[in-house]
């Protein structure tokens, strides 16, 4: 059994609420719980965390590493394009992960284009909505067993 990490940033806590139009309707209390029964499907542990905060994210980061995380899902949000600080932790920790968007960024405003994690993570999912928090599920299930073959 692998140890997963769900991460989201600042204003992911409104989401069901915020921008329904851009993000979806589906609550991030919603999104955890489902990414919570989809890990234990798959076979593994399944931790969240949300904050608005810049330093709590690199310090749930940095604290990902003694907990012995296996893996990250991040969703940065509006860090995405301004934090080199959350960037730095996860060079420091090397634990891989998948950078998720639930918006295509890239079919939005050109400030959204660019991101401080999307060279430094195995991946990226954008535009999926919800369900791509899934989809990065099973890709990081996918990743853990193949690096452990």
Partial sequence: MSVFLLINGPNLNLLGSR????????????????????????GHELSCYQSNAEHELIDRVQKAAVDGVDFIILNPGGFTHTSVA????????????????????????????????????????????????ELALQAASHYVASVGD
């Avoid at 955890?32 to 890990?39: D, K, L, N, Q």
């Avoid at 420091?92 to 960024?105: G, K, R, Y």
Wanted: charged fraction near 25%; charge should be negative; glycine fraction near 6%.
């Fill in 86 to 133: 959350l960037r730095d932790a996860f060079l420091a920790v090397q634990i891989p992960f998948i950078e998720i968007h639930l918006s295509n960024t890239f079919a939005r405003e050109e400030f959204r284009h660019n991101s401080f994690f999307s060279d430094i993570a195995k991946s990226c999912l954008f535009g999926f909505g919800a369900y791509g928090y």
């Fill in 19 to 42: 921008e329904p139009e851009v993000y979806g309707a589906t609550r991030l209390q919603d999104i955890e719980a489902r990414c919570g029964s989809v890990a234990r499907e798959l």
